[in-house]
């Protein structure tokens, strides 16, 4: 079904900054929409997005991007076939020419790429998931809810960026929400009563300030043993330590705290930690140049963990390949604005799958109302996603499709 025409809006993210959103329309009336989500801690191989630069907005308008797509881009889709997302994610990487895709932005790619599917999937009167997925699209995710803010999503004292509740013991979906709910309601008690801020972050999770960062830890352990779940069981955790922000020419130097470490000294760490507490899963634990030192985790802590690389990877499936040949990490972590399209993105997860790596799917720190990742999750079978705290409207958009996702395929 052809491109009728197509037209980019600026809207605001979870932030409070500028993104963009298209909507694409087809030859049969079909209409499909797209946003651009921003992430906080990028990793520096990611698509850039054009941002305005200047006074307004701090630097961070759109209106640049919201040109290319209402010029170059509608211009080049207009009477392309839809249902050909790989040869319109083309014309559009074509278009950009930059490998970073800087020139026409990867916010404004990928919010177009996104319309695009999301146009096709409703001309072919299809739910996202199976148009982007078919007929094997039948596996809900295991959510990992980020319940503990801090890094650069929070203005509290600690270094590690998330920490997660991961209900892995749920037997459906909707078991994980309320696993991860309660826990969630548990933990705010638990810190109030404690007269511990229960002011929110970036993602919805806690921003509390503590001694350290496996008080977090403890507090969460407390919250599942609170909410009546068995911990390690019915409910374990998870870090995204988003060590890129930590790099410090040879060593890893925690910004917050100011503790210092070499890399040998930070993997002894987190084994101490996963033998202290339930952890299944740490996301970015070194930085994102350091392919050998993921090397290293995965063969020390792989047969226990999930070693997650996110700003490692940055969805890019050359980076998974470089990573694989080596065994560094054991998942990557998908996020699709970080390479700019959808096609590029399920690339992406094809090469996770034939390289025996789990898939995360994952929402950005700046989030739009989008559903779109929920639907990928589904498509490409994903093992787990990651979408924030099971609170606020923008985190909520993602679980809640989830939700209609499961009593569709019930
Ligand atoms: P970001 O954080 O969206 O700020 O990059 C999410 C993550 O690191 O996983
Ligand atoms: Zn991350």
Redesign the pocket.
Known sequence: MKIRTLRARQIFDSRGLPTLEVAVRLADGSVGVGSAPS????GSHEAKELRDGGSAYGGKGVSRAIEGVNGPIREALTGMDAADQCGIDERLAELDGAPDKSKLGGNALIATSWAVADAAASSAGMPLYRWLGGVSARQLPCPMFNVINGG??ADNNLDV??FMFVPAGADSFHEAMRMGAECYHALRKLLREAGLSTAVGDEGGFAPSLGRDEEALEWMLRAVEAAGWKPGEDVCLAL?C?AAEWADGEHYRQPKSGARFRRAELIEYYDALSRRFPLCSI??PLGEEDFEGFREITEALGGELMIVG??LFTTDAERLFRGAALGAANAV?VKPNQIGTVSEALETVQLARKSGYAVVV?H???ETLSPAIADLAVAVGAEYI?AGAPARGERLAKYNRLLEIEEELR
């Open positions: 992430g906080a801690s990028t650069r999503h960026q998330e995204d988003a996301e970015d996110d700003d972590l994952s950005r720190s700046g990651k």
